[in-house]
């Protein structure tokens, strides 16, 4: 339950409807936006790192929606974000469209791929529905080797126009990928409050009490992963006008388990915990690449263990975080939120 500061009241419809209802959260997000558009500024060379990030925490928020908020456990994420990459590569490429129309078609090839992967789910769930989807992530990457770039499945993209603008730049990408973050994480956030938001909700509390106070499953599941797909497939796009240059290397398993890793350490039931988590994987990925070659050069005995090193801190990170917080670093942010509010008193 959310701690109000005294005065800070509802008083109309409106304002219980309000997405940010107290003068903390509107402060808060407003400050979050400024730095976001003065990040160029202060992170220099380093704006990549947070490019990534918004990448990735756009696809990250897709597959919230399907297993923080529905239930349905995907492990094939990576492959809706590789349709959406290779789609956006070709209906930029051999069809010339631009790129603001490839980017949300993208997205609608990845849900309808999305839509296609949810009908077993009506039939089986848990750890079998985790295998199909896994049998989905392995079949995707087999169709792009053998079907593109004359059996490497690579392939190059131009940079990104709109209109006479060409997108070249580091900082340019940035704020057109800030635009489409902002908007798609305010989408999602929307969507949870909405009728359909609680009916996906009631899926995964218990389906069959939901089927019988009139939820439509195969609706709502269907939708759940073609959402989950959209949001894979506009990263994917991103991803590929922001690289320029892709390979099957980009979608792999490990790529599905970190969008896992992500949304579990973020937090699974939040909004915020997508976000959070991309920027906690993606950062600590990124300082290992920059620490460890450091690291080999001082000490060469330890070039033994720096090629696994990745994994065993994200395994020990991950065990951690789990023990101490089940509930992800969006958890552990309403708690030090709690804590401030009722300093110095503990209760």
């Known amino acids: 339950m959310a701690v109000r500061p005294a005065g800070d009241f509802k008083t109309s419809y409106r304002q219980d409807m309000a997405l940010l209802d107290t003068a903390f959260y509107r402060w808060g997000f407003g400050l979050l936006v400024a730095a976001l558009i003065l990040a160029p500024f202060w992170l220099g060379h380093f704006i990549f790192l947070l490019t990534t990030i918004g990448i990735f925490a756009i696809g990250a928020t897709g597959l919230s929606l399907l ?51 949810a009908l077993p789910s009506l039939r089986i769930k848990g750890l079998y529905l985790a295998i199909a989807t ?59 409050r909405s009728r359909v938001g609680l009916a996906l909700m009631a899926v995964r509390d218990r389906d069959y009490a939901a089927q019988v106070m009139g939820i439509n499953l195969l609706a709502s599941k269907t939708l759940a992963f073609g959402m989950s797909a959209f949001y894979a497939g506009l990263a994917g796009s991103l991803w590929a006008h922001y690289n320029r240059l892709i390979s099957p290397e980009h979608f792999t398993i ?79 942010a309403r708690k030090l939120k709690r804590l401030l509010d009722l300093w110095p008193f503990s209760y």
């Not at 094939?76 to 469209?97: C, E, P, R």
């Not at 300082?287 to 263990?305: D, Q």
């Open 67 to 117: 297993t923080g908020f529905t239930g349905q456990i995907s492990l094939g994420h990576a492959a809706f974000m590789a349709i959406g990459a290779y789609g956006s590569a070709v209906l930029t490429g051999n069809y010339g469209l631009p790129f603001l129309a490839a980017l949300p078609l993208s997205g609608v090839l990845a849900f309808a791929c999305g839509a296609i992967v």
């Open 134 to 192: 896994l049998a989905f992530q392995f079949l995707t990457e087999y169709t792009i080797i053998h079907a593109v770039g004359q059996g490497l499945g690579a392939i190059s993209l131009r940079a990104p126009r709109i209109g006479p603008w060409v997108l070249r730049g580091e900082i340019q990408f940035y704020y057109l990928l800030l635009a489409v973050w902002l908007v798609s994480g305010v989408f999602a956030a929307n969507l949870i």
């Open 254 to 332: 490990v790529t599905s388990i970190d969008y896992v890793a992500m949304i579990v350490m973020g937090g699974l039931t939040s909004i915020w915990g997508p976000h959070l988590g991309a920027a906690l994987v993606i950062s600590l990925s990124q300082g290992l690449k920059i620490i460890t070659p450091a690291v080999v050069t001082i000490l060469p005995s330890f070039a033994k263990v720096a090629t696994p090193l990745r994994e065993i801190v994200f395994g020990g990170i991950l065990i951690l975080l789990l023990i101490w917080e089940p509930g992800g670093l969006a958890a552990l």
